[in-house]
């Protein structure tokens, strides 16, 4: 059921309305009794517009009733992150080689993936802490691209992660050779990893299981939107992870009236129907364009409201 899961990503193209989608299924689901967490995992930020509130600083903030918001600040996580891993690591390495160590994790903080795998570490401490304090937490998420190599990471570190623990394990059975009882000490580093990888299994388990976790996908009847959406829904299909419903946003009122909306509905119907065709796997649900943006908590409750009667629908 759509409005029983404990986690949801929300993603699609630049600008089709990721944000106003999350914040709205955020509300509803909080109007409905629940306690929600938004996240928004997006670098560009406007979830705080949305709600009337600067959010900047990275911390969870109430915004309405059963209704919190965080924005994920990559930056400051990766800082973050960056110091957790020299902390970790000043205990185990000589005091001779600190500098170095250092001067070597500074180097690889600056390199491409870094912020990702912070902003991941965020995610993952997200679901499997934080979550105890809601009914569901809400991700918006960064256009497409982002979002897929964001979600199929847990995949990629799990290889990458045994390849590690496996040259660790060699290291330490060599030099356990040279030890005179052939004891393999145990191994700090070892441990670590060890940790690092069964959390990001964790996480992985729960993304990969359809009653915990939805994936809604938004998008706009347009050519675009529409060949991406379903790149992307493959793609993601490839790792295991279904995206069970699509969110079709903008979509030309029945009483917009005048000619050239009359003209963009002719234009907007063979998308639509080609939307029908295409995503037949996916719950379809749609959402009027409306005469504005949608920046005040009035639209998102309108929204909202609309979003509400087609889960409804779906329900009987
Ligand atoms: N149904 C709608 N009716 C009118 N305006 C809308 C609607 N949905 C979204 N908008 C407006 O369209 C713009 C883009 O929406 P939104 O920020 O939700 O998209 P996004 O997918 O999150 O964008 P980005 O990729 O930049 O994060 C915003 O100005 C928003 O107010
Ligand atoms: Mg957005």
């Known amino acids: 059921m759509l409005m029983e899961k404990k986690i949801y990503f929300i993603g699609g193209k630049g600008g089709v309305g990721k944000s106003t989608t999350s914040a709205a299924m955020a509300l509803l689901l909080s109007q409905k009794g629940k306690k929600v967490l938004l996240v928004s995992t997006d670098p560009a930020h406007n979830s705080g517009d949305l709600f009337h509130k600067d959010l900047s600083g990275g ?8 209704l919190d918001v965080l924005e994920i600040d990559s930056e400051q996580e990766s800082r973050k992150y960056i110091n957790g891993v020299k902390g970790n690591l000043k205990g185990l390495v000589k005091a001779t080689m600190l500098d170095e160590v250092n001067r070597q994790i500074d180097m690889a903080a600056s390199s491409p993936g870094a912020e990702e795998a912070a902003l991941f570490d965020r995610i993952t401490s997200l679901i499997l802490e934080e979550i105890s304090h809601y009914d569901t937490i809400v991700f918006d998420t960064a256009p ?15 290889v990458w992660m045994d390849g590690l623990l496996e040259r660790r394990k060699k290291t330490n059975e060599n030099y356990a050779q040279w030890m005179n009882d052939g004891e393999i000490a145990e191994d700090p580093i070892y441990e670590k990893l ?3 990888k069964n959390r990001f299994m964790r996480v992985r388990e729960i993304l990969l299981d359809n009653s915990q976790t939805e994936y809604v996908f938004v998008l706009n009847a347009e050519r675009l939107p ?11 299909h490839k790792h295991g ?51 504005h943006d949608i920046s005040s908590l009035d639209a998102l409750e309108q929204i909202a409201g609309i979003l509400g009667k087609q889960v409804a629908a779906f329900i009987k």
Request: glycine fraction near 4%; hydrophobic fraction near 40%; aromatic fraction near 4%.
């Open 59 to 66: 911390k969870i903030q109430s915004v309405a009733e059963n």
């Open 144 to 158: 497409t691209g982002h979002t897929i190599r964001l979600l199929t990471l847990p995949e990629l570190m799990g």
């Open 194 to 196: 060890n940790e690092r």
């Open 226 to 236: 529409i060949l991406e959406t379903g790149k992307a829904i493959d793609t993601l």
């Open 241 to 291: 992870l279904h995206v069970n419903s699509i969110v079709v946003n903008k979509v030309i009122p029945e009483d917009a009236d005048g000619r050239f909306m009359e003209l963009r509905r002719t234009n907007e119907r063979v998308y639509l129907e080609e939307i029908q065709q295409k995503f037949t796997h996916q719950r379809q649900l749609f959402l009027p364009l409306l005469e």
